[in-house]
């Protein structure tokens, strides 16, 4: 459908600043939100996006200028007022109850009229739009402590959904979902752009925003710097926009792995329950191998089973050339073994965020005998430019792409044989994963050997060779070279090679 941009705007803001004391989150903004447009908001970490985003949601209210809904001023006081005149928010920090299921949790908060829950009758409708989603196979019943990070995104953007918004907020919605799963929720959001909702969107992922997205706003430092129609700009163009200077090349040139370097892990035939099938691969020193597939398929499974998470394994896992069996992360860690594992969730399971920045980054070492020397920690928050206020402050208090420095410093400090990571830029701005890039490109010419598993096709394709895909609990392509692109991904991770005659699938690394 065709926006009109000089017609009333769903949403406005006019002059609108939010100071903290001193400091300027947001400086006299004017943004503006037409119904059925999808709007992209980009910027880096601390650009505003999150302040603009608590500002529409009722969150938090501005110390200078107005909102409008409508065209008529109003007053955002609280996300109750801001759900009665039709604003649903999606934070990228999931809001759901761990130990309620998710039928309590779709329920939670919901008013009995206006854009909630009428009835619980309403939950076919939440079966439905989960569904459409890719989530079949969540259960209302199942406590959602017990679902993977990409379901409970599932069960979130279900809840945003169902509340029938006109003006639907979406942070990070598709961070820890695969490809397949986002084809869907996309889907679904332009049936909503195409009913009159607006929405706001903020990704990292470009495909994604190009993808999707009508308009686009890059804001910086806390100012709405342009807004422009989608495709304007290249891609460049826009990075320049948001860090304010030239990025030339986001993924570093990585330097050839020499063909005599030494293996350092070497998995043979690593089986699990019924979830990995004899699954076989190595990294050499200073190599980067990509863990690649849709979501479930097993790559998660083969680093826990590598730090000592999953017990009753088969096959046989080798570092160094010597046999390794870890049955608890704290074997894996052993100064003997020598692995590294950042997860995907920083939050829950790579941080304490309560603590603070020093606890967390001594972490690792706990239970080990030594700690590594403070020096080392100085090295590695200069080399990553960690952003903060005082090593006492907590770690919560930090931006994610800040807190994701801390989980990656907290390992690099222990000087691991092997580095495991687990998508380790999601929900990341674009400088901060540009400064992940570089590093993990100067750790491998230093020797590393590391493991990257990611949703981020561009990751696999700029960073690794070779790239493994994973379907069924095994491998059935591994992609280098001129095969590793993003069309022999998609097709490897949706079992394409598969035989005519049966279900195994062509297994193209052995």
């Known amino acids: 459908m065709t926006i009109d941009r000089t017609g009333t705007a769903l949403i406005r803001l006019q002059g609108v600043s939010k100071h903290y004391g001193a400091t300027a989150a947001l400086s006299e903004v004017d943004f503006a939100c037409h119904a059925g447009e999808v709007h992209a908001v980009l910027g880096e970490n601390g650009a505003g ?59 939670l908060g919901a008013p009995g009229t206006g854009y909630g829950f009428r009835n619980p009758t309403d939950l076919a409708a939440a079966r439905t739009t989960l569904d459409a989603i890719g989530g079949e196979a969540i259960r209302f019943a199942t406590r959602v402590a017990d679902l993977p990070l990409a379901e ?19 942070d990070e919605a598709t961070s820890a979902l695969n490809a397949s799963v986002v084809d869907k929720v996309f889907a679904l959001i332009r049936r909503q752009r195409d009913e009159g909702v607006a929405v706001l969107f903020i990704s990292h ?11 686009l706003s890059v804001f910086r ?35 050839p792995v020499r063909p005599d370097a030494p293996v350092v892990l070497d998995i043979e035939r690593l089986g699990w ?53 870890p049955d608890s992360p704290k074997a894996a860690t052993a ?71 801390v989980s990656l410093i907290k390992w690099l400090a222990l000087s691991p044989r092997c580095l495991l990571l687990s998508d380790p830029t999601r929900g990341i701005d674009v400088k901060t994963k540009a400064q992940i890039y570089r590093l993990l490109a100067d750790l491998a010419a230093s ?6 598993l990611s949703t981020d096709f561009e990751e696999l394709i700029h960073l690794c060779d070779p790239v493994h895909v994973f379907y069924d609990g095994r491998i059935v392509d591994s992609l280098s070279g001129e095969r590793l692109d993003a069309s022999n991904i998609v097709a490897a ?15 193209r690394h052995a």
């Open 152 to 170: 409970q995104q599932q069960v979130e953007i279900t809840k945003a959904l169902i509340r029938r918004p006109r003006l639907l907020i979406l």
């Open 273 to 325: 329950s019924d979830r990995l099938h004899a699954v076989s691969l190595s990294v050499r020193a200073g190599q980067v191998v990509g863990l690649g597939g849709l979501d479930g398929q097993g790559q998660a499974r083969v680093m826990h089973a590598l730090f000592g998470l999953l017990r009753h394994t088969e096959g046989t896992v080798r570092l160094g050339g010597e046999p390794i069996a």
């Open 447 to 452: 020797g590393l050997a590391i493991v990257l």
């Open 49 to 107: 996006k999150s302040t603009l985003m608590k500002l529409m949601a009722g969150v938090i209210r501005p110390s200078a200028g107005e909102i409008l809904v409508d065209g008529a001023p109003v007053t955002l006081s609280s996300p109750a007022a801001a759900l009665a005149l039709g604003i649903v928010c999606m934070f990228q920090e999931l809001s759901l109850v761990p130990d309620l299921s998710v039928r309590e949790n779709l329920l």
């Open 221 to 255: 430092n806390g100012r709405h710097i342009e807004t422009m129609r989608n495709g304007e700009h290249d891609y460049p163009h826009l990075i320049q926009l948001m860090i304010g200077q030239p990025l030339s090349n986001l993924f570093p040139v990585a330097a």
């Open 205 to 215: 992922r470009f495909h994604e925003i190009e993808a999707l997205a009508d308009t």
């Open 335 to 405: 100064e003997a073994v020598g692995l590294a594992w950042v997860p995907e969730d920083r939050k829950s399971d790579g941080l304490v965020l309560a603590q603070s920045i020093a606890e967390n980054l001594h972490l690792a070492s706990l239970g080990h005998g030594s700690r590594p020397d403070e020096a080392v920690f100085t090295r590695l928050m200069e080399r990553l430019e960690l952003t903060y206020r005082e090593l006492s402050q907590p770690v919560a208090d930090l931006s994610g792409g800040n807190q994701q420095k």
């Open 493 to 507: 991770s949706l079992n394409l090679h598969a035989t005519a005659d049966g279900p195994d699938p062509v297994t």
